[in-house]
């Protein structure tokens, strides 16, 4: 089985903080993928990687960056924490190829107070 | 542009009866993929199923259907007998072959009640 982890379920931070998300998955996919989920707005792509120190952005990168510096991780990086990026983040990967699926995370809810 | 459209925000069945969740999208490309993801309470995003545009079969996994027609770009989803462990959140999806993106649909609420 895939296996995606996150390396917090909850977090807490407050306005003007670096904040780090880290997903790390098991399986050697090629590709991995950070998300933000909102009420009302479904799943909308901040950044993904295609390889180890490859990076793409997504729809909403504003205020994001992220680092793949091996296969197996993908973080995350919120240089300085607004309260409008309080949110659930997602992480994902895949093999790659086509028709491939992704796999999720269990996700971290990120509070910025 | 690309597009994924669930119309329903919310849906409560009682235990027992069928329910579908309607997925509606738009694109230019001719091979595409559809998916389908169940976002219980614990977060976790599982996925159900993938088609790809040009197989239009309609699909049965237990309790579970799925009804795609191109003719109207829908994607629907039934559950037959719904079960109160069928409560989650379900996201319809959209892959391009061409840009390789998941698009996402504003996702369905089900709550299944006792």
């Known amino acids: 089985d895939v296996k995606v982890t996150q390396s917090s379920r909850y977090l807490v931070k407050r306005t003007g903080e670096k904040v780090f998300l880290e997903c790390v998955q098991d399986m050697d996919h090629e590709n991995m993928f950070w998300y933000r989920q909102d009420p009302g707005l479904g799943l909308r792509l901040i950044y993904f990687s295609y390889d180890v120190k490859m990076k793409e952005k997504g729809d909403i990168p504003e205020g994001y960056s992220v680092s793949r510096e091996k296969k197996e991780r993908f973080s995350l990086i919120l240089e300085s924490a607004s309260t409008n990026q309080t949110s659930m983040y997602l992480c994902a990967s895949r093999i790659g190829g086509d028709a491939d699926t992704q796999y999720f995370g269990p996700g971290t809810r990120l509070t910025v107070l | 542009a690309q597009k994924v459209t669930q119309a329903q925000t919310e849906i409560s069945v009682v235990e027992k009866e069928d329910v579908t969740l309607d997925c509606v999208y738009e694109?230019?490309?001719?091979?595409?993929?559809l998916f389908w993801y169940k976002q219980p309470p614990s977060g976790e995003l599982v996925f159900l199923i993938r088609r790809n545009s040009f197989d239009e079969q309609n699909e049965i996994s237990g309790r579970y259907s799925w009804n795609f027609q191109k003719s109207t770009s829908s994607f629907n989803f039934t559950i037959t007998a719904s079960q109160v462990v069928d409560s989650a959140v379900y996201f319809c999806?959209?892959?391009?072959?061409?840009?390789?993106?998941?698009?996402f649909g504003q996702g369905t609420t089900l709550q299944v009640k006792p």
């Open positions: 694109t230019r490309d001719t091979t595409y993929y």
């Open positions: 999806a959209l892959r391009s072959s061409n840009t390789g993106k998941l698009i």
